[in-house]
């Protein structure tokens, strides 16, 4: 998870109690908080966008900001040191994105610490609309939904500037899915001109602007949209999000002056700067719920960072339909304390239960049933079932608090077979010198196939909505993750000897889960005098172990080269079993991969060599 500074002045200004340090640590943790300790970092500002960057005491300054992508060696007066701050760091909690500011968790404590209980926040009619292209809900430009905000009597210090661009970097993150699908812009509104927005499709050198922290006064400085792609940090960054639309978005006021191009970059003009009162946010996305969910997290952030602020609706206005944002009613859910009660194992009736999700913030009213009527605030993006307001009262209650006591029926617990088999793998294979390496579960269609030679099918399982094209299936063999390895450490000394040990899928619709789990032993030797002997008379050493005899069979198959590639039989018990596959790797898979020299390898599979012995 990322880790969070969260500014201890700005954090304990919003709270009421005085809390001494180790206190406030303990409380986070009560909150589900992982608090790694305070800290001192130091605080840069880059005067080309006005980005501040925080570095701990040990780490070296900036030398390029990661917001415009500005080169401080080149250019070392752009990089400000602006001072040292004392903060509290620890991970974000997925769950809980109005908990990554300062404000958010400023109120999240006040209501845990009984200061405050379920906060309202005043929504404002506003002039300003926004008209949506109908082209931009087309498969081929699809980044339909925007949802927008005006705040307004904003007051900018150092710790605010920096907690909101945060706020916005981690809710791209959390929610955003870095920013596939919900991305955040922020501008000053009184650079902007007119009341009518448009947020519309255009061709990818159909216009040109300043992105952000670009020289205004060049204009060899504005860029097309794909130019920003292509020559703009972001741009490259996540030009992946973009790169196959024919179309691209892009917001602009009513005279036509360039917001942003979302989900890239903002454009330079309307910049946020401490000089800034007034507030445009959009937040655009292909998950209308996310979308709006974020705006009424970034939006109520901001307004507990700066008192006295004003919100103002946007009126959004698509080809069909028309709605205001941000929509601040509150999720409606029932809860019942009985229920509570036999979940927890704790002694609750209405009014602890009414207490305790109203310390959480959450607005209850009770009626002459046996349930409440929970309002949820309209921030909170973790509460989808009665079950995630039992976890509310838990927290409130406070886990430290609830009685030890003995399970009436206890269990002991022992090792899975799979994992003794995998100890005595770990355990022979490290002695004939080999390292073992650990690699993702989830891989690509490209590495377990493409780059192997190997023919696509469709006993893999896909992931849905993936994070990244790196992470689209779970993996059906180790080998890949294996010459990866090999990839990454391409500069350390030869040769290299490496296994891996763990799990692949399957699909198998006679599984309840439509798929099962297999397990797999594969090792890989790198350097200039690798052959076939030496990996086979490794296989056949770990086979011993197991005490089988191997049997090499000749094969063919695309990731090896031909003539130097066998499936391995595991004669065990009088009886013969294909087990997996052993040789020496292709050129072409190699070039693949980007590995210059020799690979021999075998992959196997432990289910047969330990079910006999069950």
């Known amino acids: ?29 009560q909150l589900g908080c992982d608090v790694e300790g305070y800290a001192t970092v130091k605080r840069f500002k880059c005067s080309s966008c006005d980005n501040i960057m925080e570095i701990t005491e040990t780490e070296n300054p900036p030398v390029v900001c990661d917001q415009c992508g500005a080169d401080y060696k080149v250019n070392p007066d752009l990089l400000v040191f602006l001072n040292d701050h004392s903060v ?76 909101i661009m945060k706020l916005q970097e981690n809710l791209h993150w959390a929610l955003g899915r870095d920013r596939k699908r919900a991305s955040i812009g922020v501008y000053d509104l009184d650079k902007l001109e007119g009341t009518d927005f448009q947020y519309r499709a255009v061709a990818n050198d159909e216009i040109k602007f300043t992105p952000l922290g670009y020289n205004l006064n060049k204009d060899s400085d504005k860029l097309s949209p794909k130019e920003i792609l292509d020559k703009h940090p972001k741009g490259v960054q996540y030009k992946r999000l973009l ?28 910049r946020v700067t401490p000089n800034s009162r007034d507030l445009f946010i959009d937040i655009t996305g292909t998950d209308e719920r996310l979308v709006n969910k974020t705006l009424n997290v970034f939006v109520t952030s ?26 601040f009613t509150s999720q409606k859910v029932k809860v019942s304390p009985s229920h509570a009660e036999r979940i927890l194992g704790i002694d609750l009736d209405k009014k602890k239960v009414k207490d305790y999700l109203e310390r959480m913030g959450h607005k209850v009213e ?62 022979s294979l490290t002695g004939l010198g080999l390292f073992e390496v650990l690699t993702l579960i989830l891989s690509s269609e490209e590495a ?54 763990g799990y692949i899928s399957q699909v198998d619709e006679k599984c309840e889960t439509g798929s099962r789990e297999l397990s797999r032993l594969a090792g890989a030797i790198i350097g200039p005098k690798v052959n076939y002997s030496g990996i086979r008379s490794i296989c056949e050493a770990l086979l011993r172990e197991f005490g089988a005899t191997i049997k090499t069979v000749p094969t063919e198959n695309p990731a090896f080269i031909p003539g130097r590639v066998a499936m391995v039989h595991a004669i065990l018990n009088g009886q013969e079993m294909v087990v997996g596959i052993i040789g020496e790797v292709h050129p072409q898979v190699l070039e693949s991969f980007k590995l210059v020299y020799p690979v021999s390898a075998f992959e196997i599979q432990l289910s047969p060599l330990v079910l006999p012995q069950n």
């Not at 919003?14 to 640590?25: F, G, H, V, W």
């Not at 109908?134 to 605010?160: G, H, V, W, Y």
């Not at 602009?252 to 917001?259: P, S």
């Not at 002991?412 to 995998?422: P, R, T």
């Open 448 to 501: 377990q196939y493409d780059k192997l030679q190997l023919p696509r099918d469709n006993d893999h399982v896909i992931i849905d909505n993936p994070i990244s094209v790196e992470q689209t299936m779970i993996r059906r063999r180790l080998l890949p993750g294996l010459l990866d390895t090999f990839a990454a450490n391409a500069d350390q000394e030869l040769p290299q000897q490496i296994f891996e040990v």
């Open 302 to 327: 901001v307004a507990e960072l700066a008192s006295g602020v004003k919100i103002e609706q946007v009126e959004i206005r698509y080809p069909n339909s028309k709605t205001s944002t941000p929509d």
């Open 1 to 29: 998870m990322p880790v969070v500074s969260i500014s201890l002045d700005t954090l304990l200004s919003r709270i009421k109690t005085e809390i001494p340090r180790d206190d406030l640590a303990k409380k986070l943790r």
């Open 243 to 270: 790169e196959e639309f024919p179309k691209y978005p892009l917001l602009n006021d009513a005279k036509g002056t360039i917001l942003s191009m979302p989900p890239i970059i903002n454009g330079e003009i309307s």
């Open 366 to 427: 009770e009626d002459d049933s046996d349930e409440l009527t929970v309002f949820v605030p309209p921030y909170r993006n973790d509460i989808l079932h009665p079950i995630d307001l039992v976890e509310d009262v838990a927290i409130a209650y406070g886990y430290h608090n609830f009685p030890l006591s003995l399970v009436p029926t206890p269990t002991v617990g022992k090792q899975l077979k799979d994992q003794e088999y995998f100890a005595l793998c770990r355990k």
């Open 88 to 163: 509290i760091r620890m991970e974000l909690l997925a769950v809980r994105p109005d908990m990554f500011d300062p404000g958010g968790l400023a109120r999240t404590l006040r209501g845990y610490l009984g200061e405050e209980t379920h906060p309202g926040y005043e929504l404002h009619s506003g002039p300003y609309s926004v008209t949506v292209d109908p082209a931009l809900s087309q498969k081929e430009n699809f980044r339909p939904n925007i949802a927008c905000a005006i705040i307004r009597n904003m007051s900018f210090t150092e710790d605010t500037l920096r907690a």
